[in-house]
Nanobody
Framework: QVQLVESGGGLTQAGGSLRLSCAAS????????MGWFRQAPGKEREFVTA????????LSADSVLGRFTISRDNAKNTVYLQMNSLKPEDTAVYYC?????????????????WGQGTQVTVSS
């Protein structure tokens, strides 16, 4: 089992920045592939970005390329999402997820473990 706890969400203006953190426990973090997903009201959950177990491979949705950066610290069992140049359309609940395969994957059904989510609101 893996427990994931997100933090760092909040309210910011368009053009601002936020950094989300996701702390993991319960299984060797360094073997897990990690991803960030988001879900806006009335919309399906969508892929944001992911990172492989070593941090050597990342994958991002086109909508966040050049603005969002995923990173991980295996010594701290934590994955981060740095979000810059935020837009109102980035408003959503952001979820951290873990896949035992260790890869950077965009498909939600490949992730076995999910956090509770953290709200990000970007005002115009």
């Amino acid at each position: 089992q893996v427990q994931l706890v997100e933090s760092g969400g909040g309210l910011t203006q368009a053009g601002g920045s936020l950094r989300l953190s996701c702390a993991a426990s319960g299984r060797t973090f360094s073997t897990l592939g990690m991803g960030w997903f988001r879900q806006a009201p009335g919309k399906e959950r969508e892929f944001v970005t992911a990172i492989s177990w070593s941090g050597g491979s990342t994958l991002s949705a086109d909508s966040v390329l050049g603005r969002f950066t995923i990173s991980r610290d295996n010594a701290k069992n934590t994955v981060y999402l740095q979000m810059n140049s935020l837009k109102p359309e980035d408003t959503a609940v952001y979820y951290c997820a873990a896949n035992p395969g260790g890869w950077a994957l965009p498909m939600p059904n490949k992730y076995d473990y999910w956090g509770q989510g953290t709200q990000v609101t970007v005002s115009s």
